[in-house]
Every structure is written in structure tokens, then in C-alpha cells.
């Protein structure tokens, strides 16, 4: 369901971890001038830039007309990648269910989440504290009409990048969110809910990812196309 959603704003093998709320509330007093935020945001955006080849691993959890618990492991090139169904409601697959896809852009990436200043208006909603840290929140609003949109983004007060990006779409009445993190040297997605009304009914998904890998190549076999297993045949007597 989160995909299919992103997909219009382009939009721990474990139990996985909750989703992590936005830090205590907002309060009105920016610890930066929000005219100096949004340029350092600008600027953060343009200097940082998601690896080409990962891997990592995600678990879903959704429940509504079709309960769902998968937990997969993705390895990535460019546009290619390999998804490899680990386990589902609680039964690990062995060998995995994998499905190669090409030409298929990563929607997680905060480049492709995170709002702009030439698509966006920004305004000043709060200051986001957590001990010494500050992150500052802006409401944000398309300049252009969308299938989905960002309505709110947490810039983080240190790298000035986005910590968390909140969207609504006119599909099924959805709406959801998108938390980042440094993984290493990385800004990586960390978490993402969303809700939408789904053949009547309302379905929530989780999406906790983790085990982050950056490998500086992958092999070509990685995004080949499996070969089924050959089938045993007895010997004719």
C-alpha cells in the first residue's frame, strides 16, 4: 500500500522496531532564522545524495482487507533491483521468493521525498527539542496540483536534512510518513506508515528498514533472472 502511494507523489528479521514519533512537540521558538533553514535545507539537499548500490532489509506489517507480515532483503544498482521475500506471517522461505525489477527507482530515497523550494511554499510551524537538539518543522503546501503531496517536513538542525516528511493523496484517502536517519556516512529512510480506505476498510502499513549495506559493486548475476530448480524424474526401468 506505501508504494502504491509514494508511487503517486513521485511521489529486525525480528519483530521490527516501532515507528518513530516526531521528537515532543512544537514549539514556537526557531533556534535558526527559518529563512536561514530553508537555505541550508536547499543546499543540504543538493550536496547529499543516496548510494547507487545497497542493500538493506525491510519488514512490513499490514492489516485492513489483507493482512499482511513480510520481510524481504533488497540489493540495488542504479534502477535495478533484486527483492528477495525472506519470510511471510512468521514462516521463513527457504529457498527466497525473488523478483528482479529494472528500470525501478528507489522511492524511498529522501531525493525523491523531500519537498522543494521551487515546488513548494514553506512556512515556519515550530521548533522540534530533544535535550540540546533542535529540529525545526515547516507546513508545506504544492505549488502545482497533485496526486499526492507533502503537507509537513522535519528538517534535522544539524545536517539540514529531512529527519521526517508527512504526505496526504487523493487515493483511497491517504495519508502517512517518512523518517530518515545517518546510517554511516548515509541519510537513509528509517521508518514509514501510511493508512488509506481500501475496498472499504481501512488498512495501516508499517515499513521498518535496517541492515544497511554499501557495497561499491554488485555482481551482473545479482539482477539475472533465477532458473527453476530441475525437476527429479525417476529412471524408467
Known amino acids: 500500500m506505501i508504494a502504491l502511494l509514494l508511487a503517486a507523489a513521485l511521489v529486525a528479521p525480528t519483530a521490527p522496531p516501532d515507528i518513530p514519533p516526531l521528537r515532543g512537540h512544537p514549539t514556537p521558538a526557531p533556534a535558526v532564522a527559518p529563512a536561514t533553514v530553508l537555505a541550508r535545507y536547499a543546499t543540504a539537499l543538493a550536496e547529499n545524495r543516496t548510494p547507487v548500490v ?5 519488514a512490513i506489517d499490514q492489516t485492513g482487507a489483507h493482512d499482511i507480515q513480510q520481510t524481504h532483503r533488497v540489493f540495488r544498482s542504479g534502477n535495478s533491483e533484486r527483492d528477495e521475500l525472506l519470510s511471510m506471517d512468521g514462516k521463513r522461505l527457504d ?7 529494472l528500470g525501478h527507482r528507489n522511492r524511498y530515497t529522501f531525493e525523491a521525498l523531500a ?16 535535550g540540546k537538539h533542535v529540529d525545526e518543522v515547516f507546513e508545506t503546501k ?9 503537507e509537513q517536513v522535519t528538517i534535522d538542525g544539524i545536517t539540514f536534512l529531512p529527519v521526517a516528511i508527512h504526505f496526504v493523496t487523493n487515493t483511497h484517502g491517504g495519508r502517512g510518513s517518512v523518517t530518515f536517519g ?10 514509514a506508515s501510511a493508512t488509506a480506505t481500501y475496498a472499504k476498510s481501512t488498512a495501516i502499513e508499517h515499513v521498518s528498514f535496517y541492515r544497511y549495506r554499501f557495497p561499491t559493486t554488485l555482481a551482473a548475476s ?9 525437476s527429479f524424474r525417476p529412471t524408467p526401468y
Open 182 to 191: 545517518r546510517v554511516q556516512k548515509y541519510w537513509m529512510a528509517t521508518a
Open 222 to 230: 545479482t539482477f539475472s533472472t533465477p532458473r527453476p530448480l530441475p
Open 142 to 150: 504544492a505549488l502545482s496540483p497533485s496526486p499526492a503531496t507533502i
Open 54 to 58: 545497497l542493500s538493506f532489509e525491510y
Open 115 to 130: 519537498p522543494r523550494p521551487e515546488a513548494y511554499t514553506f512556512r515556519y510551524a515550530g521548533s522540534v527539542h530533544d
Open 95 to 101: 529457498p527466497p521468493s525473488i523478483h528482479i525489477f
